[in-house]
């Protein structure tokens, strides 16, 4: 066996080996692209369902107080206590995600 036949039968399955590897980089790059996809989605959903909240809450206020300025609504301590306990959790929601935001920072 000389020494061009050697090299031409090593050669052989260390290409084929490199083969093999570069379709795995490639496959492992594209799941990596995905998920990196599929996670700025999440945030994002993340982010709009905090809006929502708060945009439900809001407008349970607003209409909390328009309620009690009516005349003949007889509101009772309930309605109140509902409209503080809004109030409570707003800015509660509002006190953790400034906090997770100066935790991020850091």
């Known amino acids: ?11 052989i399955p ?5 083969f093999c590897f570069w379709l795995l980089e490639r496959r492992m790059e594209k799941r990596e692209k ?3 996809k599929k996670e700025a989605v999440r945030e994002k959903q993340e982010f709009l369902i905090v809006k ?9 206020e607003a209409t909390a107080e328009a309620v009690a300025r009516i005349p003949d609504s007889h509101c009772n301590g309930d309605m109140h206590k ?3 306990y809004a109030r409570n959790v707003k800015h509660e929601q509002k006190d953790f995600l400034t906090q997770q935001g100066i935790e991020a920072i850091y």
């Not at 260390?14 to 490199?18: A, D, F, L, P, R």
């Open 1 to 11: 066996m000389d020494i061009t036949t050697l090299i031409v039968a090593m050669s």
């Open 14 to 18: 260390s290409g084929i080996t490199g």
């Open 34 to 36: 995905e998920r990196e």
């Open 52 to 60: 929502s909240i708060g945009a439900a809450i809001s407008l349970g």
């Open 82 to 84: 509902a409209l503080e």
